[in-house]
């Protein structure tokens, strides 16, 4: 079976995030609107130059969180959002696996007034504290979305000199909440669907009893 990356778990938050930043627009007093463009961190296939104001990001923890596991049968009309519904058919399976899913979001700029809408637009827009939340397309093209709870964890200022000039670095500490199903789940603990039982004198040559 081929999966679509761009959908499975970590690859859609990773996507979702980056696309969630990029949303960023910043401007000071002699320039227009620009975006704040992002990017995955190292190692990655993206080349670039230090172009200012830009920001990095990288997922550095995965945690499964145990406190809002739940277990049982889940029933749903898309298999878990990957396939349309067709108003009939229903797909059973087990309830995912939940983790919490942690990233840095840094940040980098010359100005100011850059540094400052940075933090402005991360803190009051897209991650405001515990009201975070991060969209992300369902897998089966049918334009719903997921939206995963999303948690500021925390902030560091990072200011530096370098090469004689001052850069603005910001550090944001993200928590996305995520699940997964994994695909042996349903392999490994398959119902049995019939048991037979047979008397001493009846066990085929060969057998024995138990």
């Keep these: 079976?081929?999966?679509?990356?761009?959908?499975?778990?970590?690859?859609?938050?990773?996507?979702a995030l980056k696309t969630l930043m990029q949303g960023i627009t910043i401007s000071d007093f002699g320039s227009a609107q620009r975006p704040l463009k992002v990017y995955y961190g190292y190692p990655d296939v993206e080349l670039r130059t230090q172009d200012y104001p830009y920001m990095v990001m990288e997922l550095y923890d995965i945690k499964q969180a145990t406190d809002r596991q739940?277990?049982?049968?889940?029933?749903?009309?898309?298999?878990?959002?990957?396939?349309?519904?067709?108003?009939?058919t229903t797909y059973e399976y087990y309830a995912p696996v939940v983790y919490d899913l942690f990233y840095q979001l840094t940040s980098y700029s010359r100005h100011p007034r850059h540094d400052r809408a940075i933090i402005y637009s991360v803190l009051n827009e897209k991650i405001p504290g515990k009201y975070g939340f991060l969209p992300i397309p369902s897998a089966n093209g049918d334009g719903t979305t997921v939206v995963r709870h999303m948690f500021l964890e925390g902030f560091v200022k990072r200011d530096r000199?370098?090469?004689?000039?001052?850069?603005?670095?910001?550090?944001?500490?993200?928590?996305?909440?995520?699940e997964m199903?994994?695909?042996?789940?349903?392999?490994?603990?398959?119902?049995?669907?019939?048991v037979n039982i047979i008397n001493n004198g009846d066990i085929p040559s060969g057998l024995q009893s138990l």
């Design 1 to 15: 079976m081929t999966t679509n990356l761009d959908n499975a778990f970590i690859f859609a938050e990773d996507k």
């Design 70 to 88: 739940s277990s049982g049968m889940w029933i749903d009309d898309t298999n878990r959002g990957t396939v349309v519904s067709d108003g009939s």
């Design 161 to 178: 000199i370098e090469d004689g000039r001052r850069v603005f670095q910001n550090v944001f500490s993200v928590r996305v909440m995520s």
């Design 181 to 194: 199903t994994p695909a042996q789940v349903a392999d490994a603990s398959s119902p049995v669907e019939q």
